[in-house]
């Protein structure tokens, strides 16, 4: 993880239980008698997310329908701190500089235009072709005073775009964040999870506990999955290289990168392939810039 990341060590789950008290009926001992949760099911994993928005970023209220894509808060949080970064050392912003973020794809969670918002305090702009998704995000930023002047959610009306229609005239931003739909089809999902699964130790053979991060479609797979999503983000991103300065997606599967990178200097954009890593998984995220 990030040297700045706070989940370094293990979660207080006692703590995070009394600011939701679901979580606690998820509390389990491991072998060696410690507290632990299981990381396998999605209804345990959403209520220690919430815990987690509630306790340490903030939010006066946080609700995510059954099947929208649960996103690991570490994880997401690790992404945005490597941007600081990125925006300090490389861009040589000040920390006290106002910053603005863009998220393509926020999805119903818009999980980091809540975590620029709480966390870094930067002014986050969220997009989402689902509309039903766009309605979930606006009421949990509705739902907490402190993201309503910091957060706001488009809909991007036209899938066709990633950029366009929601990028203003003049409008500028310092970043983009993204994290892509990751699969071709539900077939390699399904396949994807359960290969997680197998990693947690706990093996499944029906497809409703598979997706222990559960998910819409749109959310976990597309056509041509995340290689093509992103080389559709590098192609768009030259319409918009006077109005953001660097433009960044998660890449989660390192064999892409090759067709990425062909785009990338297709374009004559500058690039950094920035790795990632929690616990045992490896991920990375690109960056470029013109």
Not at 37 to 56: C, E, M, P, Q, W
Not at 195 to 217: D, E, I, M, R, W
Not at 244 to 271: D, G, H, R
Request: charged letters at 20%.
């Amino acid at each position: 993880m990030h040297t700045e990341n706070p989940y370094q060590s293990d979660y207080d789950f006692e703590r995070l239980a009394s600011h939701n008290s679901e979580l606690k009926t998820h509390i389990i001992l491991n072998p060696s008698g410690i507290k632990t949760i299981d990381f396998g099911d999605s209804n345990t994993v959403y209520a220690l997310n919430k815990a987690l928005l509630l306790a340490d970023f903030k939010l006066e209220s946080y609700d995510l329908p059954k099947g929208y894509l649960i996103p690991p808060i570490p994880g997401r949080l690790d992404y945005l701190l490597y941007i600081q970064d990125i925006l300090l050392k490389k861009i040589n912003i000040q920390k006290s500089t106002e910053v603005r973020g863009l998220d393509i794809g926020c999805g119903a969670n818009s999980i980091y235009c809540i975590l620029g918002a709480q966390y870094f305090g930067w002014s986050m702009v969220g997009t989402e072709s689902d509309s039903n998704s766009v309605k979930i995000a606006k009421s949990n930023i509705q739902s907490t005073s402190s993201l309503q002047s910091k957060v706001e959610i488009r809909h991007q009306e036209n899938k066709s775009f990633l950029l366009r229609n929601c990028i203003k005239t003049n409008e500028q931003f310092d970043f983009t964040v993204c994290n892509p739909p990751f699969h071709k089809s539900e077939a390699e999902a399904i396949k994807g999870s359960l290969q997680k699964h197998h990693n947690l130790g706990n093996v499944s053979n029906t497809k409703t506990n598979l997706l222990n991060f559960q998910g819409q479609a749109h959310e976990l797979w597309c056509n041509g999955g995340e290689a093509l999503f992103i080389k559709r983000l590098v192609k768009e991103s030259v319409l918009f290289k006077d109005q953001v300065k660097v433009f960044t997606s998660l890449v989660s599967k390192a064999n892409n990168l090759p067709k990425i990178e062909k785009q990338l200097k297709k374009i004559k954009a500058n690039y950094e392939i920035i790795p990632m890593s929690q616990g045992h998984k490896k991920s990375r995220f690109i960056m470029w810039w013109f």
